[in-house]
């Protein structure tokens, strides 16, 4: 048996480094994505974002995480 990898998922990493996402999002499967930066694309039509962290990654926040993270700036 093979396995073929046949998309990546993007989940939410929370509104703060130390919280959790409390809806344990992950952006919305779509048939034609198929790379990490397709998904991301998808991501930001439904309202997500991303923030730099300082490992250089991309942290990826959903449209509620995102709204909390606007609140306690």
């Known amino acids: ?6 998309g990546y ?3 939410c990493n929370g509104p703060t ?3 959790d996402c409390p809806d344990s999002a992950a ?3 779509r048939f ?3 790379t990490v930066h397709q ?3 998808d991501g930001r039509a ?3 974002t991303t923030t730099p962290a300082a490992s250089g990654r991309l942290l990826d926040h959903c449209p509620t995480c995102t ?3 606007k609140e306690t700036r």
């Open 39 to 41: 998904v991301r694309a």
């Open 17 to 19: 480094p130390e919280a």
């Open 46 to 48: 439904d309202g997500w």
């Open 27 to 29: 952006v919305r499967p």
């Open 32 to 34: 034609t994505s198929r």
């Open 67 to 69: 709204r909390t993270r």
């Open 1 to 6: 048996m093979t396995a073929h990898l046949i």
């Open 9 to 11: 998922e993007v989940a």
